[in-house]
């Protein structure tokens, strides 16, 4: 019965924790969105009247939408390159020796470990040489290497839990490795697959760092605009913009989490 007690204690606390740093996590989130619907012409928290003005700037704004079009497209098209060539380097070292494998993850963290700011200044630097400075493909590009890191990881995750002699019944069978990768292997992973290119989006859309030195005027991102108007004041357009963000980023993750349970439901 002690025991039982003890758990009971141990389970409650545990609770009471995680929904503290739930809440520590999200309060940003709660604060910014009150915000966004404030009249007065400057952040203010609690708002004091309800309003729609920052968000009918921020949409008739040809400088927002701008640079929110060219967030959207770097970050489709970040997805796009990300997700196949994260996939199936995933793939690639989930069948390679034991020793390859190690060292390559070791590499493919890289990206995640270095302060963004080194390779936002190593990018910059060779950007400057190749002329891909403040251009489409100079953005998409560096973007894809953020992004590639977390398909890696998160597809490795899901083909560490997949029986890979299917793979190999289908080969056995006559069907050549490319044919049994597309049929068997890939909707075996297709969560996996997904989430990856979730977070290659979230990963590019989210980005200003190196977006701060690659982009600019017409290919500005919508976070190094956002950065440059806190800069200059602080205008509450910011709040709306960034609830908006909020919104998109949260819809992604409920796709990608009903296309889950779908799968989950079919089997």
């Not at 921020?58 to 060539?85: D, G, Q, R, V």
């Not at 890979?164 to 697959?193: C, D, H, M």
């Not at 290919?219 to 190094?224: C, D, V």
């Amino acid at each position: 019965m002690e025991q039982v007690g003890q758990r009971k204690i141990d389970g409650m606390w545990l609770t009471v924790v995680g929904t503290a740093v739930l809440f520590f996590l999200i309060l940003p989130t709660l604060i910014v969105i009150p915000m966004s619907f404030s009249g007065a012409s400057y952040l203010e928290f609690p708002p004091t009247s309800f309003s729609f003005r920052w968000y009918t700037t921020y949409f008739t704004s040809a400088e927002w939408m701008s640079a929110t079009k060219t967030s959207l497209i770097a970050a489709a098209l970040t997805t796009a390159i990300a997700t196949p060539l994260g996939s199936l380097c995933a793939y690639g070292l989930h069948c390679s020796a034991p020793r390859i494998r190690s060292a390559a993850q070791i590499l493919v963290i890289m990206p995640i470990v270095v302060p963004v700011i080194l390779i936002a200044v190593g990018v910059f630097s060779l950007y400057a040489k190749l002329g891909l400075n403040y251009t489409l493909t100079g953005i998409v590009i560096a973007h894809t290497a953020l992004a590639l890191p977390f398909v890696i990881v998160t597809v490795m995750s899901g083909l560490q839990n997949y029986d890979f002699n299917q793979e190999l019944a289908a080969r056995s069978l006559g069907a050549s490795r490319a044919y049994a990768l597309w049929t068997v292997t890939v909707p075996q992973v297709k969560f996996s697959i997904q989430t990856g290119a979730f977070l290659a989006f979230i990963t590019s859309l989210d980005e200003v760092v190196i977006s701060m030195l690659v982009s600019g005027g017409e290919r500005a991102t919508i976070t190094r605009r956002m950065f440059n108007s806190l800069r200059d004041q602080l205008d509450p357009t910011i709040a709306a913009i960034s609830t908006c963000l909020i919104i998109v980023s949260i819809s992604a993750l409920i796709g990608v989490q009903l296309i889950g349970r779908n799968k989950n439901a079919d089997k």
